[in-house]
């Protein structure tokens, strides 16, 4: 079991970065994607959530309006598109996937996102 994430970076405040999470190894389809960030001296907390079957969609209120997740289950990939970026988006983005009904739990390695002038 893969879950591979890329597209983190620096970037200005204001701007945009799009987060790609590939996966490999299990049922993408069977499971509900998530993007979680832990930044420095915090918890890890859920950014934004998609389930498969019905693409029911979650997320936190920090991100709403700035941030949008999508899924490919063709490409067994993830997305979260962050756009307006703001300095308190600097965290470590973790990719998440979870089958509730076998429960099974896997983690992506994560991607360090800054937002810095």
């Known amino acids: 079991v893969q879950l591979v994430e890329s597209g983190g970076g620096l970037v200005q405040p204001g701007g945009s970065l799009r987060l790609v999470c590939a996966a490999s190894?299990?049922?993408?389809?069977?499971?509900?994607m998530s993007w979680y960030r832990q930044a420095p001296g915090k918890e890890r907390e859920l950014v934004a959530s998609i389930t498969s079957a019905d693409s029911k969609i979650n997320y936190a209120d920090s991100v709403k309006g700035r941030f949008t997740i999508f899924r490919d289950n063709a490409k067994a990939t993830v997305y979260l598109q962050m756009n307006s970026l703001k300095p308190e988006d600097t965290a470590v983005y973790y990719c998440n996937g979870r089958n509730y009904i076998i429960n099974r739990d896997y983690w992506g390695q994560g991607t360090q996102v800054t937002v810095s002038s």
């Open positions: 190894g299990f049922t993408f389809r069977s499971y509900v």
